[in-house]
Every structure is written in C-alpha cells, then in structure tokens.
C-alpha cells in the first residue's frame, strides 16, 4: 500500500514534547496559567489526532521519514488505521485525565514536576503509536517509559520510590532485549520499517527466535504479562490515581501494539503460526488471564485490585492476537480500546473515592454509593463492562474474542475467558453490591448528585463511562469497524 | 398503527416506565405504583393489539446494528402467548403493588427494576434468535438480583449473593452455548442443527450442558435449584409472586427452545435426542419429587411456595423431556408442557399474592404464627383454595387438565417403549402429585384453620391486594372448566409456530381430559396423598430433621465455592508473589556475587599494597647497599688519587705525540669520504610507512561483519548475562536494602 506524505502523526507526536519546554517556563510564573496551558496542549494534541481521520479515510495510510536523524535507522511516522485509533484514544483519555489532574493533584503538590512529564509521556506514548519503523518506536518507548517513572514516583514515599526502582530496571531490561532484537533485524533484514507486506523475517532459525524473544521480553515487560509483571501490581497502586489510570489504560498498551506490530508486520502470522511460536504466547496469555483474575480476587487494596485486573485483561489482549485470526485480532484491538476506557473510569473513580474519603481497603468503602451516586455509579458501568455484561462494551470484545477462540479451533480458551469473567464478577461486584446495598437505614442519605464532587472531576469520570455504554450500545459502532479493518489489513485480508 | 411499531412501543414501554420512575421527584408509592401500572398496562395493550389486531400474523422486528449484534424479534404465536401471559401476570402484580409497597421502603428502587425485569422477561420471549435471548436474560438476572434483596437484612443478601453469582454464572454458561452453537453452525437462531453437527456428540454434548446450566440454573431445576428456595421469600410477595410465577418460566422456555427446536429436533432421532431427552425427564421427575418432598418440610408459607415452585418447573421439564425422546409422540410433551407454563403462572402467582396479601396485616408468614384466618379474610381463602385446588390438579380446575396432558406424554412413552424406568416414571409422577396435595393441605391448615385472636387485624383488606387474586381465582375456574377452549386459544396457535402439522394439532384439540380413566388416575392420586397424610398424622415425617451437612449446598457448591476462592487466594497468589520474589532472589543473589566479587577485589588491592610494601623496604635495603658501595669506591678512589698524580704527568706526555699523529690520520679520512661520496651519487628512497594501513585494509574488508556469521549463543549469552548481571546489580541492591 502506498503511503502519503503527511506532517500530521509528527506534528501531533512533537508538540507535547516541545510543548514542555514553554510549560516550564510558564509554571514559573503561574500556576493557574500552567495548569490552564497543560489543558491547552493535551487539547490541541488530541485535535492534532483527530484531524488526521479525513487523511487515514481517504488515503488509509500516511506518513513522512527523515533519514538524517539518528542514522543508520532514521526516524519516520507512519499512520494508518490502527495507529489512528490508538492514538486517538490514547490521547483522548489524556485530555480527560489531565482535567481530572486539575482538581485531584491539588493535594499531592510538585505540580510544576508532574505537568511537564505527563506531556513528556503523552508524547512517547503518540511517538510509540504513529512511528514507522521499530527503532524509531523504540525511541519513543523508551521516552514514554523514563516519563512515566517520574510518575510512579510523584509521592516519593519508601513504597514508591521501591516500587519506581523496580520499575525503572525491568524496564531498562526491557528496553535493552528491544534494543537487541531491532539490532538483529537491522542486521537481517537491513531496515526496520513498518508496513504491510515488509516482513524482516522470512525464515526460522535461531537467529530470528532470538529476536522474537527479544520482542516479546522487550514488549511484554511493558505489557505486564506472565511473568514479566512483577512491577505492575507496585507500579499502578502508587502512581496519582491519574497516572494510574494512564498507565492501565494507555501505557500497557504500548506494549500490545508492540506485540501486533512484531507478530503482524515484523514476522508475519504466516511465519510464528509456521514456527509455532504462536504456542509460546498463547500459554501465556492463558497463565496471566488466570492469574491476573485470582490474584486480583486475593486483594484488599481497591488499587491493587485494579491493577490485576489490568493483569488478567492484558491477557485477553495476549490472547487475542495470538490466536492469528481476523475476528481474534478484531477482538484484540476492540478491547485494547474498551480497556482504555473501562480501567481508566476505574481508576479515576477509584482515585475519587479515595480522595474524598482517603481510605483505600475495599471493606471501607460500604454505602459510599450513597455519598457519591455519580462516581460510584459510573464505576459501576465499568465493572459491569469489565465483567463482560451486556449492553457494555467490554461485553463486545469479549464476543469477539471468544469467536476468534473458537475460529482458530481453540474452544479451551472460551471456557478461560467465560471462567475469567466470572472471577471478574467475584471480584467487582462486592465492591458494587458493598457501595449501594446493604447499609444501615440511617447511613442511607442521598447525597446531592454533582456535588459530591468538583465538575473537574465528575466530568471526566462521566464521559468515559457514557464511552462505555455508547460504544458498547451505538448502533454504528466506529471503533468496532476501525478495529475491523486494521485487523484485515494485518492480516493481509483485501476487502 | 404499524403492528411492527406496536411491538417496537411494547418493548420500549418498560424502558421508558423504568426512566419515568427514576426520574419522578416522588417518594410516595402511590404515584410511582401508577407509573409503573400505566407502562406495564400500556405495554399489554400494545402486544395485544400486535398480535389480535393484526390477524394473528407473525411480526418481526429488527433493530440492525444494536450493540454491533443486532436485534432480532419476532411475535408468533407461541411468543405472543407467552409476552401476552408474562404481561398480565406482571399488570395483575402491579395493581397489588399498591397495596403491598406501602410499608416496604426504597419504592422507587423496586419500581425502576421492577419495569426492567418485565423488559428482560419479555424481550427473552420475544427474542427470534439466542443472541438477543441472551441479552435480555442477562438484563432480566442483574435486575431481578435488585428485587431479590430489597430488604437488605442478612437473609436477603446472602440470599442475594447466591443468586447473583449462580445467575452470572448461568449467563456465561449460557453464552458459552450460544459460542459453541455459533461457531459449528454460523447461525444463533432457533433452527435445528444440520445432521453434520448433529453426528459430533462432543459438540453435541458441550453445547448441550452449557445451554442446560445456563437455563436450567434460571428455571431451578435439581441440582441447580439451590438459589431458589433462598431468593424467592426473601423478596418482597409482588417480586416473589413473578419470580416464581413468570420468571422461572423463562429458564424454561429457553430449554424448550433450543433443546426442542435446535439440538434436538423433532425428526432426527440421534444420540443426542435420547441422551438430552433422558437426561431432561430424569432431572424433571428428581425435581418434581424431591421439590415436594422438601415443600412438605417446610414451616413457612413462602418457603413452602418456593419449593413448590422447584416441584412444579420439574413438570414442565419432564414435558420437555418426554417432548424431546424420539420415542412416542412429542405432540403430548409439548402441549402438557406448554399448559403447564400457563397453569403454573396463574395459580402460582395467585397464591404468592394471597400469602402475601396475608402477611401485610400479620407480619408472619411462620406457621406457628399464623392460623384461624378462615373467618377474618374470606375472600382470600376462597382464592388460595381455588389456587391450591389448581395446583393439586383437581378435576375442574387448571392444573387437571395440564397435569393430564404430561401424563399422557408419560403412558405414551411407556406403550411407545416398555422399559422399567418408564414405569417408574409414571408411579413418581403419582407420588408427586400426592406429595402436592400433602403439602397444600398442611399449608391449608397452619394458615387458615384452628383458632387465634385477630381481632387487631383490620376487618377490610385493601382493594388492590384482593382485586388480582380474584382474577387469578377466576382464570384458575375459566381454564379449569374449558380446558380445551384454552388448548384451542393458546396451546394450538403456539404449537403451530414451531411447526405442527395440521394432524397433530387436531388430536391436541380432540384431547378430552374428561374420561373415566383420567378421572381414576386423579382418583388414585387422591389416595396416596390420603396415605401420605396419615404417615404425616402418625410419624410426622414433615417434620423431619435433617443433619446439616445433608444438602446440596454443604455437599456441592460450599465446597466448590470455597475451593475455588482458595486456589485464587492461596496457590495462585502464592505463585504470583513467587514470581515476584524469584525476581528479588535473583536481585539478591547477584547482589551476593558482587559482594564476593568485592571482596576478592580488595584482597587483590591489599596483595598489590602489601607487594609494593615490600618492593619499597627492599628498594630501601639496595639503596643502603649501594651507599656502601660507594662510599667503599670512594675511600678506595681518594688512595688510588696520590698514585694518579704521578702517572697523569707521563699520561700528558703520550697525549701530546696522540693528538700529532691524529692530524696526520684525520687529513688521510677526509681524502677518502671525499672519494666516498662522489662514489654513491644515489639518492636513498624513504620507507613506506602507508603500507601496513593498506594490509589492515585489506584485512578489514576480508573480515566478515554480519553477525549471523558469529557464533550467536556466545554472542547473546555474553551480552545477555552482561546485561543481566549490570541489571540484577542494581535490582539487587534494592532487594538488600529492602530486605
């Protein structure tokens, strides 16, 4: 497919990180205007996205290389549909967290820290997804990755700054095996570029497992799969509820557009389903759904709850692009999207409730469905959606996921996912049921809606719960049929 | 009015009901009882008009693209009947919400789920295909789950819990089904599967069992009934009555449909008829008995209904099962069956709704409580008579000409194929109902006979309790009187739909329950339940005290439960913070590494320290010794300097005849260098020193680059354990000062 030249994917993937550089001089002088200026630029980014749509419509695929930086690979942006959709969710979830940054960060301070990286990591983020060629992503994975650690560690406690450091050297490790595996490609290969049909691999030999497991090391310690998730489950909890939300939502899934990129475009479905390693990912992806869910049954923490729960739907994610099939793929992509949106709802009610109440254990939190119906209600569309209940979105990826299951003739792995969906009810409807049902007579007053919370706040929380429902629900569903095409286009399949 | 908008309007009714009392700014349950009346009622209208004002005929209705599945409906006439009975059922029961939610608190809560359990109730007949069906089942279990618990206490919730985790573990079980069928035949309506399909009995089987617990779980049948008996009196009586009345009938539909018309359809006589159909009439006459017998030990009057609910769903099951044998005639199963949903929803929910009627005044629904409330309400007791008689299945009301019909299928099957176990059936059948009229006679007594003093009762109950049980007493009578009538109204348009022919139809019609031989069965019914009742007289065998750990709950699913939740809790939480730690041991051993590395560093420091201590002291011993040296040449040198004085005179003597002959010597050189150089004019050329840059040049180019050409395992073994090593390094540090 031929691609066209376009500035759009470097202008939207520039302009956060160069944004920086006035923010820090604007915060100096004031802090309303910085925060007022972060909003601005999260803003003008997802616009920057967005407007690429009529281009990725009526081209499919655009982009621009600039071979002079950073010889011998050269940096180049690439979009084409897939990229689109992630970015544009990417970016969008950014917005909305960092208006909800606004109120929620107020009582954690270092503000003039925690803006510029948030952009920083906005940037490495849309670099991550709109790059064409695999160094070039490396780059910006690994500019995302040392921006998010300033966030891990925004409330330097002893937890924190544990948990940041172990953060910090699995991803190092992690950025190295990518390191190395790009390097054998290169050296195979001789370019690293992304596109349809340009396999860098054309044969198995130790040389290229090597690199595939390179990738998946490299893809996966981002991904947080089995068993290179260690980090996560310390990571997400200790973040700003914020950052933890992009961290789930979005950052993990840099790691799973890696991992599409890798098995679509740098070996080819033809190529892992003729080596089999198709098997290694699939195991897994079974380990980190089961583990992910029990685990997340064993917490008390609602943060750490939800930070396995990031675990075990990682794993679908796993799954799904394992499975080597159109409808898989599809599956795949449409719940990295509704994921963004569910686990990101999540966290930022989670992080509401625990800043109105400043408790964090799950047993604490009985009949605050009453204090705060907007907040409390909205997390509960999104477990319902994690929960795969229908009319919700999550309820749609999982549907498809389970007909790529039984495509590939795989039928165990819906038996994993219908079982996995039960260990999600048993683990988000308590803390539902504990919310609204169940309390003492006199503990049951209403708080007035929309003003449990500052409109900052309920604003964000309840634009992506309303995405749960509508993009679960609208009739035209343009995530599905975006996720459709791109899954075709991977798969090579001409429509 | 387009009947397809009609239907459209009779699906949204709820919807649009449930929103209107959600946003009523009123607590009063008077207003919120009117919504909930006028959106159910508008509702009825609507699939009436549907369905009588437009000729009877089949409606679809689409709605493409909802939730990227579609919407698929359809109003036939076995949907219709089954809406049209869901929707009366759900009018009468509002009616009685009047007076029955006055004093139960949170009305707008049970309003709003009220109105949406009615849409996933109805949206699940109505349903033409299994995806829709499934979504509206899932809406039906999550909103019921709200009017299971309305109470809150610690009964309701734990009640509450059981249902909620069996129902979305029914819904995936179900939806597991829906997959499997899918992906074998492409298609989630409710066609028969191609005989291909048919003939893999793996498939088959699987499919089958996730269908038969996602709808059995709903519909109660042993040994997934353990939910219901808990849920049912917990909730308030209007919820109890269409839990029981109504929504268990759509866990039996759902296994209706896709065992009779899919997995098993008439005309294909496979493995998989004999071995569902088996399986379903063996469930349905355990449930039938075992739910009796349970009810008969009950000492609570909705508890003892619930149970009844269990015995009567297993009717309706062996129907099914009797149906879906490929043996004898499935036209029997499948009108008793159909007759029995019917039945049981009227004098079900009539005498939930007389018991609750009952327990507004008294506050009790325990046996030992109640009594003598003969004389103060008659008018319920007529209806729970009437109601009781029907659900005995006395001759002249409803449940008579139902129970005939499903044990007609039973003596069909038996003629059809001799075998002891059908034989056996009939005789269970018998023990059941026996075991019915047992336990409606006890309910009968520590209700309504025997003295107490209820003089502080009010003499008038409020109309909206008794309006609705004077309806279901009189629909009890009318079908009782006309069975045939009612066979020919309802049973014969729904038996069309799925695909009666002409014949069977007509000897459903031609079925005439009044004859001699049912009559004596009835009579031989009556009798075991006599004797049944004198044992319970004499021995007390309702009374019965079982240990506790006999029941399905501590013997199956506690255990299950609890397993489970401990392999998530203990094994697997182990391994996931084994992984964790294998991490930091290996942070920690590294560490260790380094500091034994360290160590040996520091001894080799100190060797070298210690060596260059002892190089200084020796060099410091040699300096000493040469100083001595010295010193000795220079007492040596001063003594030998008298004696050189001397000869350094003759010395200058033989220098001055040197120095003369040199002269001559140096002038005879200078001749010959002259000579010399004339001799080698040519110039000297200078030595290449480019030429070794070239030969590392040509070595370079010589030497391979490409990697692949390496020994890789060395190669990524070294840098991987480089890598590893400085990584882990740090890693380590961490864990040891974590530590």
Redesign the interface.
């Known amino acids: 497919m031929k691609e066209f030249y376009n500035y759009l994917p470097v202008l939207a993937t520039c302009f956060p990180i160069l944004a920086t550089l006035p923010l820090f001089f604007i915060q100096r002088s004031s802090a309303k205007l910085r925060d007022i200026a972060a909003l601005v630029i999260a803003g003008i980014t997802l616009a920057l996205v967005g407007s690429m749509y009529p281009f990725i419509k009526s081209l499919g695929t655009i982009g621009v290389s600039f071979s002079g930086i950073l010889p011998p690979f050269g940096i180049s942006f690439r979009a084409d549909v897939l990229s689109f959709m992630l970015a544009l969710i990417a970016s969008a979830v950014w917005l909305l967290a960092t208006i909800y940054s606004k109120e929620y960060m107020a009582h954690e301070g270092r503000l003039n820290r925690y803006y510029p990286f948030l952009l920083l990591s906005l940037g490495g983020c849309l670099g991550v997804f709109l790059t064409g060629d695999l160094f070039s992503l490396f780059v910006f994975f690994e500019l995302m990755s040392l921006a998010a650690y300033v966030l891990i560690v925004h409330e330097e406690s002893p937890l924190a700054m544990a948990a940041g450091y172990k953060y910090l050297i699995l991803t190092l490790i992690g950025g190295l095996a990518l390191f190395f595996g790009i390097v054998i490609a290169f050296e195979v290969a001789g370019n690293v570029q992304i596109g349809p049909g340009n396999y860098l691999f054309t044969e198995v030999n130790r040389l290229s497992f090597m690199a595939f497991i390179s990738f998946l090391v490299g893809f996966g310690i981002k991904m947080g799969i089995f068993p290179m998730h260690v980090w996560l489950p310390d990571a997400h909890p200790v973040a700003p509820s914020p950052a933890s939300a992009l961290l789930s939502g979005i950052m993990l899934k840099t790691g799973a557009y890696g991992l599409i990129r890798m098995v679509y475009n740098v070996y080819g479905p033809d190529l892992i389903a003729q080596a089999g390693w198709d098997k290694i990912l699939l195991v897994l992806a079974g380990i980190t759904i089961f583990l992910g869910s029990a685990v997340a049954i064993a917490q008390t923490d609602i943060k750490r709850r939800l930070a396995y729960s990031s675990i075990g739907q990682m794993g679908y994610v796993l799954l799904g692009l394992s499975l080597l099939n159109v409808n898989g793929l599809t599956g795949t992509i449409f719940h990295i999207f509704s994921h963004a949106l569910m686990k990101s709802t999540l966290f930022l009610c989670a992080g509401a409730m625990i800043y109105k109440t400043g408790k964090r254990q799950i047993r604490e939190f009985a009949g605050i469905g009453f204090q705060m119906p907007i907040t409390i209600g909205c997390f509960t569309v999104a477990a319902l959606a994690m929960i795969g209940i229908p009319p919700f979105n999550g309820f749609i990826s999982k549907l498809v996921l389970s007909i790529g299951a039984l495509d590939a003739g795989k039928p165990g792995f819906v038996f994993l996912l219908v079982l996995s969906s039960l260990m999600n009810g048993i683990y988000y409807l308590p803390i539902i049921i504990n919310a609204f049902l169940g309390v003492e007579k006199e503990k049951r007053v209403w708080a007035k809606p929309f003003t449990e919370l500052k409109a900052g706040m309920w604003v964000p929380i309840v634009l992506l719960a309303l995405g749960c429902l509508i993009f679960g629900l609208f009739p035209i569903n343009y995530p599905l049929a975006w996720a459709e095409s791109a899954a075709n286009l991977l798969m090579g399949v001409v429509k | 009015m387009n009947a397809q908008w009609l239907l459209a309007l009779a699906l949204s009714c709820p919807l649009a009901g449930g929103l209107v009392t959600w946003l009523a700014r009123t607590q009063l349950n008077k207003r919120l009882g009117a919504i909930n009346l006028t959106f159910t009622a508008l509702s009825l209208i609507c699939v009436a008009l549907a369905w009588f004002g437009g000729g009877r005929q089949a409606i679809t209705f689409q ?7 579609g919407l698929n409906f359809e109003l036939n006439g076995l949907t219709a009947i089954f809406a049209l009975l869901f929707l009366a059922a759900w009018t009468a029961t509002s009616i009685y919400c009047f007076g029955y939610m006055e004093n139960e608190g949170s009305p707008r809560r049970f309003y709003v789920f009220l109105q949406l359990t009615l849409l996933g109730c109805i949206g699940v007949v109505l349903a033409s295909d299994l995806i829709t069906l ?2 509206f089942f ?2 039906m279990t ?1 909103c019921s789950y ?1 009017l299971v ?1 309305h109470k ?1 206490d610690a009964d309701a ?1 734990s009640a ?2 059981l249902y ?2 069996l129902g ?2 029914g819904g ?2 179900l ?2 089904g829906i ?2 069928l ?2 074998a035949t492409g298609t989630v309506s409710f066609t028969a599967i191609p005989p291909a399909v048919a003939e893999n009995t793996g498939l088959v089987a ?1 499919m089958g069992i996730a269908f038969l617990l996602g709808f059995g779980i709903k519909a109660g049948i042993f040994p997934l009934h353990i939910w219901l008996p808990k849920a049912h009196p917990v909730a308030p009586t209007p919820a109890s009555a269409l839990l029981s009345g109504i929504m268990i009938k759509t866990g039996a539909y759902g296994l209706f449909r896709v065992f009779y018309s899919v997995i098993a359809p008439a005309g294909q006589n496979g493995a998989g008829a004999v071995f569902f159909g088996s399986t379903l009439l063996g469930l349905g006459l355990i449930t039938m008995v075992l739910g009796a017998f349970l009810a008969l030990q009950q000492r609570q009057a909705k508890k003892t209904l619930a149970y009844s609910s269990v015995s009567q769903i297993g009717y309706i099951v062996m129907g099914l099962g009797a149906a879906v044998l490929p043996f004898g005639h499935d036209l029997y199963g499948v009108s008793g069956m159909l007759f029995h949903i019917l039945n049981h929803a009227v004098f079900k929910t009539t005498l939930f709704l007389c018991v609750g009627a009952i327990y507004v005044y008294t506050h009790s629904l325990e046996f030992d409580q109640l009594g003598g409330l003969l004389k103060k309400y008659p008018l319920v007791t007529f209806a729970f008579v009437i109601g009781a008689l029907g659900i005995t299945g006395m001759p002249g009301f409803n449940g008579y000409g139902s129970k005939t019909f499903l044990h007609h299928a039973l003596t069909d099957l038996y003629s059809a194929n001799p075998s002891w176990l059908l034989w056996l059936a009939e005789k269970l059948f018998v023990l059941a109902s026996a075991l019915t009229i047992c336990y409606f006679v006890k309910l009968f007594v520590n209700i309504f006979l025997g003295e107490k003093d209820w003089s502080r009762l009010p003499a008038r109950m409020a109309l909206s309790l008794q309006l609705p049980l004077v309806l279901g007493a009189a629909a009890v009578i009318y079908i009782g009187i006309f069975p045939q009538h009612t066979a020919r109204a309802v049973i014969i348009p729904a038996m069309k739909a799925i695909g009666f022919d002409q014949i069977s139809l007509e000897h459903v019609a031609g079925i005439n329950v009044w004859n001699g031989h049912d009559l004596s069965s009835m009579a031989i019914t009556i009798a075991v339940a006599a004797a049944i009742l004198l044992l319970v007289y004499r021995f007390k065998i309702d009374n019965l005290k079982f240990p506790p750990w006999l029941s399905l709950e501590r013997l199956l699913y506690l255990p299950a439960a609890r397993g489970f ?1 401990g ?3 203990g094994p ?2 182990y ?2 913070s084994l ?2 730690g ?2 930091y041991g290996f942070g920690g051993l590294f560490l260790g590494i380094c500091k034994h590395s360290a160590r040996i560093d520091g001894a080799i420091d100190s060797l070298y320290r210690k060596a260059g201590t002892g190089s200084v002291k020796l060099i410091g011993a040699t300096g000493l010794l040469d100083k001595r040296v010295n010193d000795l040449y220079s007492v040596l040198g001063k003594g030998s300097l008298k004696g050189f004085g001397k000869l350094a005179a003759w010395d200058r003597n033989l220098d001055e005849l040197y120095k003369n002959l040199g002269l001559v010597f140096t002038r005879a050189i200078g001749k010959l260098d002259a000579v010399d150089r004339k001799l080698t004019e040519t110039p000297v050329q200078p030595e290449d020193k480019r030429e070794w840059l070239g030969r590392m040049q040509r070595a370079m180019a010589n030497f391979s680059g ?3 050409n390496l020994n ?2 060395v190669l ?1 073994a070294a ?1 991987a354990l480089g ?2 090593v400085l ?1 882990f390094v ?2 380590g540090f ?1 864990g040891g000062k ?1 530590n």
């Open positions: 709605l493409p693209g909802f939730m990227a599945l499934f979504l899932e809406l999550l709200v618990i809150e919730m509450g819990n909620l985790f979305v573990f995936l079980a939806l597991t997959f499997l899918y992906n699987a939740m392999l998530c809790q697997v939480a391994a996931d992984v964790n294998i991490y490409k990697i692949s890789v395992e990524v840098l890598v590893v990584i740090f890693y961490l974590m």
